[in-house]
């Protein structure tokens, strides 16, 4: 027998049952998202590979272990995206739209590809629904990026479950005095670090902030504090950004190991985690990238932005049951229909209803079948109401009009008078 055909690890069908809640979740932050007065930006899923060796940086888990990267039929080295910040950036330099200092406020949504170990809240293919702004580069736009989030949560319901943490990174200059000073000290001590540590003390040191193990994290707490080392303009930039958030009175912890798996970043970063999840409990993270537009080629143009796990979050509102019960219900009404003349007349009826009610959602009957087999589909679509054509009723001009979910008896309706009819009780109810 041939092997069955799988989709690949890490990879998800997302299946009709599930796609009510990610259409709510995504309709919603795009609502809020144009509120704001961001406007969507789409781009390719797949780039050049030297995209992301470029921003994200030589030597994060990203580039080095988890992208998908394949050559072309032209010999070209070409990578699934596996995040949108650097496609985002590549975008608005190749079409000059953040030229002479204009300012743009983007957002976007797709799948990204990292080749991780898939587990609860972590997958091979992801989504996200991403913001980056250009030139604006006050801490008023990092507080606005959290504040709209802050407003997100609120209107999904799950405020109490998030958590912001803050740091601030400084210049690019300032983080190289910082990490010097932890080389020095970390070099002097490096029999006591962990494998993992030991090599990124080499390539990447400040990742070993984040280390998971208890031993580097022991001595770490006599290390050097990034915040000793931040620059002016950087430590300014942080006070404005904390009061901002004081005064909209969103609560924050400052994390001062934050540092974040891609290289771009300077000043602000910020993750909003949740432990409703276990371990992948960042649902939104981001910061400031303000040397990234430069270092790839454009004139020096600042950049702010975040990403959020569509997965994480889908996860967190079924955890904490925060599925509102209108997107249950996908349809009003079912047409059952008896007989070819039923069917005939039931279908110009239909079509009818659906230019007079654009909003009505309207299931007709296909595959025949018996009194009982229609009435047990119209049940199980979920409508509120089926409609019922059989001879007696086409010999009347009138429809059956059912309730399924116990609003009253069933009554006959002429045909013309069941377009105010539906309004009354679906379209407006
Ligand atoms: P990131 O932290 O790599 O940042 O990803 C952002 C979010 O995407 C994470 O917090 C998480 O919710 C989700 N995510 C990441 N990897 C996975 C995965 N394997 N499975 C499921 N969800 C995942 C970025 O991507 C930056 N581009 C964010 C940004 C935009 N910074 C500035 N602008």
Same mark, same amino acid.
């Not at 799988?6 to 259409?23: C, S």
């Not at 079924?318 to 049951?321: G, K, P, R, V």
């Given at each position: 027998m041939s092997k069955?055909?799988?989709?690949?690890?890490?990879?998800?069908?997302?299946?009709? +049952?599930? *796609?009510?809640?990610?259409?709510?979740?995504?309709? &919603?932050? !795009?609502?809020l998202l144009d509120n704001y007065g961001y406007r969507q930006i789409r781009m390719p899923i797949v780039e050049f590979?030297?995209?992301?060796?470029?921003?994200?940086? +030589?030597? *994060?888990?990203?580039?080095?272990?988890?992208?998908? &990267?394949? !050559?072309?039929?032209?010999?070209?080295?070409?990578?699934?995206?596996?995040?949108g910040t650097a496609a985002?950036?590549?975008?608005?330099?190749?079409?000059?739209?953040?030229?002479?200092?204009?300012?743009?406020?983007?957002?976007?949504?797709?799948?990204?590809?990292?080749?991780?170990?898939?587990?609860?809240?972590?997958?091979?293919?992801?989504?996200?629904?991403?913001?980056?702004?250009?030139?604006?580069?006050?801490p008023d736009i990092d507080a606005e990026l959290i504040v709209l989030t802050w407003r997100l949560w609120g209107q999904l319901g799950i405020r109490d479950a998030v958590k912001l943490e803050l740091n601030s990174l400084g210049s690019s200059e300032a983080r190289g005095r910082y990490r010097d000073a932890l080389v020095e000290f970390l070099s002097a001590r490096l029999d006591l670090l962990d494998e993992d540590s030991q090599r990124r003390l080499k390539t990447n040191p400040l990742r070993i902030l984040d280390s998971k193990s208890p031993d580097t994290q022991a001595l770490l707490a006599d290390a050097p504090k990034m915040a000793d080392y931040?620059?002016?303009?950087?430590?300014?930039?942080?006070?404005?950004?904390?009061a901002r958030l004081d005064a909209a009175g969103i609560p924050y912890v400052i994390n001062p190991k934050l540092v974040r798996g891609l290289d771009y970043y300077s000043k602000t970063v910020f993750e909003w985690i949740t432990d409703k999840l276990g371990a992948q409990g960042t649902v939104c993270a981001g910061g400031r990238y303000d040397g990234l537009v430069e270092q790839m080629g454009g004139k020096p143009t600042t950049g702010v932005g975040f990403a959020m796990g569509i997965e994480r979050l889908i996860l967190l509102l079924?955890?904490?049951?925060q599925i509102p019960e209108s997107i249950a219900r996908q349809i009003d009404v079912y047409l059952c229909a008896f007989g070819?003349?039923?069917?005939?007349?039931?279908l110009a009826l239909t079509e009818r209803l659906r230019d007079q009610l654009p909003g009505l959602r309207l299931q007709v009957n296909a595959g025949a079948g018996s009194f009982k087999s229609q009435f047990k589909k119209a049940d199980k679509s979920g409508a509120l109401y089926a409609l019922i054509l059989g001879d007696d009723e086409l010999a009347q001009q009138v429809v059956g009009f059912k309730p399924l979910r116990g609003q009253g008896e069933q009554q006959n309706i002429a045909f013309d008078a069941l377009a105010e009819h539906l309004a009354a009780c679906v379209v407006q109810g």
């Open positions: 069955s055909l799988q989709a690949i690890r890490g990879m998800n069908d997302i299946l009709p +049952e599930q *796609t009510p809640l990610w259409r709510y979740f995504e309709g &919603t932050v !795009a609502g590979t030297e995209l992301f060796k470029r921003s994200i940086g +030589e030597v *994060t888990d990203i580039v080095e272990k988890e992208m998908y &990267t394949f !050559a072309d039929r032209n010999g070209d080295s070409l990578t699934l995206r596996p995040e985002c950036v590549r975008a608005v330099l190749e079409h000059g739209i953040t030229g002479g200092g204009q300012v743009q406020k983007l957002w976007y949504i797709g799948p990204m590809f990292r080749h991780e170990r898939p587990q609860k809240g972590r997958y091979r293919q992801f989504h996200q629904i991403g913001v980056e702004v250009f030139n604006l580069d006050g931040l620059d002016e303009e950087s430590r300014v930039h942080f006070e404005g950004l904390k079924e955890t904490l049951e070819e003349q039923a069917e005939l007349a039931g």
